[in-house]
């Protein structure tokens, strides 16, 4: 077995959690090794896919907007959207409110202490339920980092490296984690599986071939695993009743080495796990037609003008437009017997509100190049990217009438029933709304309304249209997928990032960090989570532990 001398802290995994803890533990002058089973080119781990949504509170981006927003705000809305319900939220509730002080106080100067810029015009995704106490950002508050996904993890990456030329950092790829060391409780060094070097490129599958073991030891481990979304019999196996029943067939928003391998190993040195049940997919999904990893999907971005309806024809029920409730959404459709719905929209409306999620399909806002971004958002057409997927992606329907439009859909899928008589009626009926400026459409209500922000009129909400206006045509028909992103629950810790036992006290020398621990206390989000506080989550988590281990 090949030993390695101690470091003050190993890290399990080179994700933007992990990352944010080393840069930590570099500028404290800490010794720190990072351990990751894939190869190098994986570096970053998900984040580096990633639009770069962060959620930030009563910003000066928000301000110039014209947006009023509040800690108090926040907080009203992060309660109605978790649902805190549960005795284990105890912790959770704890780190929530860190995590909005957070997000109202030192998080944007310490991302500009890093170099880290955000677009001027704050976006508002996942606009939530039907009343003020329900779940949803009552505001936006969806602050797009200028660099995307690649921005955010630049500063904390040439820290790391600068720790490497120093002699601080030490980098084991294709090194995997099988056990954590324990002694008399202490969790003290970590054993594994040294696998066969790989070429792979980003996010695509390596091999697993073993070439030999190897030990660490360290005064404090730190989990930095990521969660489940990768691994699909995971994934059911843990879906909750309340979302209907698991899909036979989904997408994977994140590579398959999101598999959960992590969890199960820190549980058995002790860790709590919780809220297991807590998951977060998407329902907008479409199949890559370039895939990197297997069954990979890319997510739309919504507006909220689409007509959304089920495999049979049926329109979804008010409030489940797109852009407002996410797992309200997912949790109807799985009840509606089939794994896929349908966008009806046109090519006005993917013009202006249709982005997609990732830093590979924003190739102007990951290259931080303003002409760029006045070409893709502002010029004619819909961005390249979202183009080409109406080209080549296997989910696009593109038709001159209602007619061929309905007949290829039912071409498509012919498993499923369309109703293409219903289809129609539902075309014309939400058509006929726009003969006056009001009416009871709620949706078209919805859009009216989101126009009134003016970054939503500028770049987001199409003007509203009949979608058989030939003006704004063609029709598009788009085909929905369930495509897997984030576990919401995982091991339970306290505000320093501390791993907690079965009976709620800290595993000595134990952290986690992360998606691994629910972005903080084992489900910061509780049931629903607010928009951009994903990599908000690791961001936290990750800065705390750092913090907490430099401290000692």
Known sequence: MAMAPGSDAIIIGAGLSGLVAAAELVDAGKRVTIVDQEPEATFGGQAWWSFGGLFLVDSPEQRRMGIRDSLELARADWAGTAGFDRPEDDHARAWAEAYLAWAAGEKRAWLRDKGIGLFPVVGWAERGGDTATRHGNSVPRFHIVWGTGPGILEPFIRTVRRGVDEGLV??????????LSVTDGRVHGVTGSILAPDDAERGAPSNRDVVGDFALQADAV?????GIGGNHDLVRAAWPERLGTPPTRMLSGVPEHVDGRGLGIAEVAGARLVNGDRMWHYVEGLENYAPVWQRHGIRILPGPSSLWLDATGRRLPTPLFPGFDTLGTLAHLRNTGYDHSWFVTTQSIIEKEFALSGSEQNPDLTGKSVRELLRQRLG????????????QGADFIVADSVDELVERMAALEPNA???????RDEIASRDRMLDNGFGKDAQLTAVRGARRYRGDKLIRVARPHRLTDPVHGPLIAVRLHVITRKSLGGIQTDLDCRALDADG????GLYAVGEAAGFGGGGVHGYRSLEGTFLGGCLHTGLRAGRAIARG
């Open 170 to 179: 030490t980098l084991l790829f294709r090194h995997r984690v099988d056990a």
């Open 222 to 226: 730190v989990v930095a695993s990521g």
């Open 380 to 391: 004619k057409g819909a961005t390249e990217p979202v183009e080409a997927f109406k080209r």
């Open 417 to 423: 029933p369309l109703d293409t008589d219903r289809v």
């Open 505 to 508: 006290s800290p595993i000595r």
